[in-house]
């Protein structure tokens, strides 16, 4: 390896600290005050929370997701909707493939569901550090709530502009950010050095069976140390498996000595259990605490633009493989394709962020919130694990799953006890998306049902009389079906009740492929002038489709597409109507001029 890659190695692996473990690594200012809310910080509990907290970073993070996870992907890829995509193959029965793409269904809801508190608990928990500051003892709650609204907004807004700029300096400072956990967490160690015997599992396992019922509620506080964890294999295709594993080797050695150094800060004060974390920096240097703060900030910003990027990636995944709703998209680089904006997906993020905020009002009761949607999402991702390493016969790997997918299962059901303290809110905000997913693609199926296409052999040869003996408008004209086995209605009432048939016709097929990334495109012939276009495009690939015909020398006059009216009685299908109207169409999504476009109505009941 020459000196230069070696370096852009090293500086892939500095980014992934900023783009993947900016959650994560901003656990430690939250979880153990969170705990501690639950359990007294004697010797032997800060044993066992601690011995805790490393194992389940061991289990969930670094075996769940760094080791079995990321071996699994697609062209590099990963993440809930290339576990399904890897495994609908191997299904053979249609109700367990249905199974499996509900399962899909639930997991991308549930990242947005808790992925909605994740700016709010981030940036609250270190704007509360300000409240360390001498003289700002008393700073009012309200104040923080605007100081952390007003950062909040900041950062949505800029995200029309693109973030791949500023993205480039958030490695360097999550860089700073983990060095600053590590050594100050190293030196509190290093004054209570006793504290490194809870790396044994003895501590958790002792925990759990002198005092059952208080272990089972802890854990859902417990899981807020791994909150984030999942990004290693959700971003795998933006970096790379290797630079992510590289930089968990140094975030969790970082995030552990940070962890560590609590509970030996704690055993020398153990009165400061309201915010060990802040509390713990300012004994260490109190002149640069300030600079701390501001630091932690800037580390809780970037956890939240991890955030809104993975929303908008895994909603455009599932905007291409047609399980939701056409919104306007904007690239906002030439060179990323996970980098795009969706404005009204942009802004209701930030008002669920600024309600949270608002309803809450400080970042424990968001804790005691936080972490229910998160542990239903890796419950998810071990189920997919398992049935995949099972169908591939890999019995090693799957026992392994399916001991951390229990895991995480007992992680799911003690956060149900949080649903009362506002864990509603993660469910409120997840059954958003997941209600659009399942009434636009049940709504979807209806609608196709009640657009009784044409026979393709009857359609061609009607098209073939009428083409030899009509006369033509001079150009090419672009068609678009859904699939091979029939020509849409819209298609016949153009050419044949209208009369209108081009000089050259092309009907156009655009079928998302299970790769993430790569384009094909097979041109055939159906009739005279008349030729069949099938595009298969990855589900995370930027389609040019108008590229893609300039490629073949094709230069279209007119787009033609089905403009729906949908009729209903139905109360449910009048809001999937709706939904239908405020959407971009189809060929609007992929940016076709629009002085090109006709819409040929189509009046449907449902």
Wanted: hydrophobic share 50%; with cysteine; charged share 15%.
């Amino acid at each position: 390896m020459t000196l230069k890659e070696r370096i852009k190695n090293e500086m892939m692996v500095i980014k992934s600290l900023g783009v993947v473990y900016g959650d994560i690594g901003t656990s430690p200012i939250y979880t153990f005050a969170v705990i501690l809310l639950l359990v007294q910080p004697t010797k032997e509990s800060v044993f066992q929370i601690l011995s805790m907290i490393v194992w389940t970073l061991t289990m969930l993070v670094t075996v769940q997701y760094a080791w079995l996870a990321t071996s699994l992907s697609k062209r590099g890829e990963g993440g809930t909707v290339v576990l399904v995509q890897i495994l609908l193959p191997y299904l053979k029965g249609a109700r367990l493939a249905a199974l499996v793409t509900v399962l899909g269904f639930l997991g991308i809801s549930l990242m947005i569901g808790d992925g909605v508190i994740t700016p709010a608990i981030s940036i609250l928990s270190a704007v509360e550090g300000i409240m360390l500051i001498p003289g700002y003892e008393s700073t009012p709650k309200l104040v923080l709530l605007i100081i952390a609204t007003g950062i909040a907004f900041a950062l949505f807004a800029v995200q029309k502009k693109g973030v791949e700029k500023v993205a480039s300096a958030f490695g360097p400072i999550m860089v700073v950010w983990f060095f600053a956990l590590g050594i100050v967490g190293g030196y509190f160690i290093f004054q209570n050095p006793e504290v490194l015997y809870a790396l044994s599992p003895f501590y958790a396992v002792q925990f759990i069976i002198q005092h059952p019922f208080i272990a089972f509620v802890v854990l859902a506080d417990v899981l807020l140390c791994a909150t984030g964890g999942e990004a290693l294999y959700a971003d795998m295709g933006h970096l790379g498996r290797l630079p992510i594993l590289k930089g968990w080797l140094f975030a969790s050695a970082a995030l552990i000595l940070c962890y560590y150094g609590q509970g030996a800060f704690l055993l020398s004060h153990p009165d400061s259990v309201k915010s060990p974390f802040f509390e713990m920096f300012h004994a260490f240097a109190p002149t640069l605490y300030i600079p701390l703060v501001i630091l932690a900030i800037f580390a809780t910003v970037i956890a939240s633009q991890a955030m809104i990027s993975g929303v908008f990636s895994v909603l455009y995944q599932a905007m291409t493989t047609r399980i939701f709703p056409h919104f306007n998209v904007d690239y906002t680089s030439d060179e990323l394709r996970s980098q795009i904006y969706v404005g009204s997906i942009n802004w209701f993020l930030f008002f669920c962020v600024v309600l949270i905020l608002f309803d809450f009002g400080e970042s424990a009761k968001l804790a005691a919130a936080y972490g229910l949607s998160v542990a239903g999402a890796m419950s998810i991702t071990g189920i997919l694990m398992s049935m995949i390493f099972m169908v591939k016969r890999e019995y090693l790997k799957m026992s392994v799953a399916m001991f951390t997918g229990l895991m995480s299962f007992a992680f799911f059901v003690s956060s149900w006890m949080k649903i009362p303290h506002g864990g509603y809110w993660s469910l409120i905000i997840a059954s958003v998306p997941l209600f659009i997913i399942v009434l636009y693609t049940q709504g979807q199926k209806r609608l196709y049902a009640s657009l009784v296409p044409v026979d393709k052999d009857v359609f061609l040869e009607e098209y073939s009389k009428r083409y030899r003996s009509g006369d033509h408008v001079a150009g090419t004209a672009l068609f678009f079906a859904r699939n091979t086995d029939a020509i849409p209605a819209y298609i016949a009432k153009t050419m044949f009740q209208n009369g209108i048939i081009y000089d050259y016709n092309l009907i156009v097929i655009i079928k998302t492929s299970h790769d993430p990334h790569g384009i094909s495109s097979e041109l055939s012939p159906l009739g005279e002038a008349l030729d069949l276009l099938i595009i298969r495009p990855g589900y995370m690939e930027k389609l040019n489709v108008e590229k893609l015909l300039r490629e073949r020398n094709i230069n279209e006059r007119s787009i033609f597409y089905g403009d729906e009216e949908i009729v209903s009685d139905s109360f449910i299908w009048k809001i999937f109507a709706m939904i239908k109207d405020l959407s971009p169409n189809f060929v609007s999504f992929y940016n076709f001029p629009h002085e090109k476009l006709i819409g040929v109505a189509r009046r449907a009941k449902i």
